[in-house]
């Protein structure tokens, strides 16, 4: 088992620390990163993208039951670490690699097909990772990742609760989220001031009631459900008709907005005086389809 101290003279020695800028926890539980391991369900003939290496607490015990590890890692010092060290089994390849920048279709080929992804997540870049695998989402084929507590929350909230947003909803629509593990501050060094939170997303599954929907334009989602939880407290309504979704050129369309903003809520056969917390994924789904109907007839009528 790796305990604290000697995390923190394994740094020292490389004349290293923690980085707050790139949020660094290092795990220093061997028996909690091979829980993890375990957890995640790695098969023989994986290729698993890591992203953020750190010491390599995950590294080391996914090289031993994934064919090749494939690991991320923003800080130069630490890729310098292993380096020197020569500590990494040789089926481990390490990239110095911001992954909010890394190109998801060279990841693709590197990982020869849909990536998998294993992460011991800084908690500064856990809402643009997870926007970053949504945007990639044909791309992937799960990622296990630790979160703080409270984005985990937010994944796998209900509707009508404070934490259902909107990394709840576009996430929903093309992956299901599972809660593995709750991990004390203990484990890390630095010790973090709140748990964190391993999840497996599954890019592969849907629930079944999403499937049976009609197709809808992803895009047009992004959109209903941004515009939609910009301002939590108003109404659908006042929200969509202020979000830019409908085109408007003059203060005269714009006058009308509101109006073909509640006619589309309404077909979705929705209450224009819901809030966007009320609405489960399914009813996003069919105000999406709704919006992209009205679309359709200001395209006929421009086009007689």
Sequence with gaps: MTAPHNTRSSLEKHQLAPKKRF????LVHRGTAEAIVHAGRIHNDDIILEVGVGLGALTRPLARVARKVI????????????????????NVTLIHQDVLKADFAALFEKCQGSIKI???LPYSISNPFLFKL??????????????????????TARPGTKQYGVPT???????????????????FHPRPKIDSVVVRIDFDQQAEQIKSLPPYDHGLLHRVVRGAFSQRRKTLVNTLSSAHIFPSSSEEERGTIKQRTEAVI?????????????????DFIRLTLAFADHFS????????
């Design 266 to 282: 309404r077909q979705a056969e929705l209450s224009p005086s819901a809030r966007a917390e009320d609405l489960s994924l399914e």
């Design 23 to 26: 949020g660094q926890n290092f």
């Design 297 to 304: 007839q200001d395209c006929m009528v421009i086009l007689v």
């Design 71 to 90: 690991g991320l890692e923003i800080d130069s010092g630490i890729i310098r670490y292993h380096q020197e060290e020569s500590d990494l089994p040789e």
């Design 118 to 120: 294993m992460a011991n």
């Design 169 to 187: 909803v576009l996430l929903s629509a093309c992956a299901t989220v599972t809660r593995l593990l709750t991990l004390k501050p203990a484990e």
């Design 134 to 155: 949504i945007e990639n989402q044909e791309k992937m084929a799960w990622a296990t990742i630790m979160l703080q507590k409270e984005v985990a929350d937010r994944l």
